[in-house]
């Protein structure tokens, strides 16, 4: 019926797809065109790789710790999305330096970027954990279609056919930015492994120095406990029509090697033989690329 067409039509933009319901033609064309100022920071990931909780942790070290404002201020008011007519809107009213997220793949950012001295912190994941995780969030974010089986749900990811496109394009498009001084990447893993030692990573890369116990309070306040304990981080204040909470929270597990509990040997053993050949080798021309 119409319904099922309008929350569950997805269209495609720069040959990557999107839900129609949050996004629109328009607003990958106004996130295109967006002015960037010098001291904006981007938070960028391939979805599920830990978007909101690199945003928390930027949001404290915004504020050299304090908790205030991560507990007043919802998460997708503090950090944005850049693809969304809201969070656009969102994005402009905001004091500087502003935080502002996207799961936009390079060749779709902000033209005006790319001569800017705005920074781009881009968090990876181990694929195999996006996807499980994504597997998840399917099934609670409306916007999404139903993933069905995860063998199949698996394919499509493979294949890169479904919401912002491919990881394998995402991840291999973004990080040819490496070396250059605007361009910071870290993984889910390293958090997960050392939080402090990456905040203080992050830290010099944003030219933000902080106190020990500046540095303790972001570590504490960023924790996966203390984040699901904030109704501003645990999207407990999200809608039902967008977020379906009775089947999950957002902040599912929080940890590193779900895939594990969820993959078979087999399927494992697919998922490293497209890894391998789409991770090997010279970057393939976006376009064709999937
Ligand atoms: P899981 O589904 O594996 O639990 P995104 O913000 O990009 O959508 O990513 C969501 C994933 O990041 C979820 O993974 C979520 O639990 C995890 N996450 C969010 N905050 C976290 C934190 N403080 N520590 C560890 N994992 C966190």
Redo the contacts with the bound molecule.
Sequence with gaps: GVSQVMSHGYFQHGGVTFPGLLYSPRSLEAAREFPVEDDDVFNV????????????ILSLIRQDGDPRWCRSVPNWDRGPWLETLLGLRRARANARPRIISS?LPVHMFPKSFFGSKAKVIY?V?DPK?VL??LF??ARIFRPYRDPGSLGDFMDKFLQGDVPFGSWFQHVRGWLQLRGRENFFWIS?EE??QDLRGSVQRLCSFLCHPLSPAALDAVVTN???A???HNPM?NFSLSPGFILDQNRGP??????SG?WRNHLSPEQSRRFDLVYRERMEGPPKNPSGDT
Excluded at 51 to 56: P, R
Aim: charged share 20%.
């Design positions: 990931t391939y979805q599920k790789s830990g978007t909101v909780w690199m945003l928390e799961h968090t994941r954990d499980v995780s998840h969030f889910y958090l997960q960023a924790s996966f203390a984040m699901s981080s957002f902040l599912r597990k929080g940890i779900d």
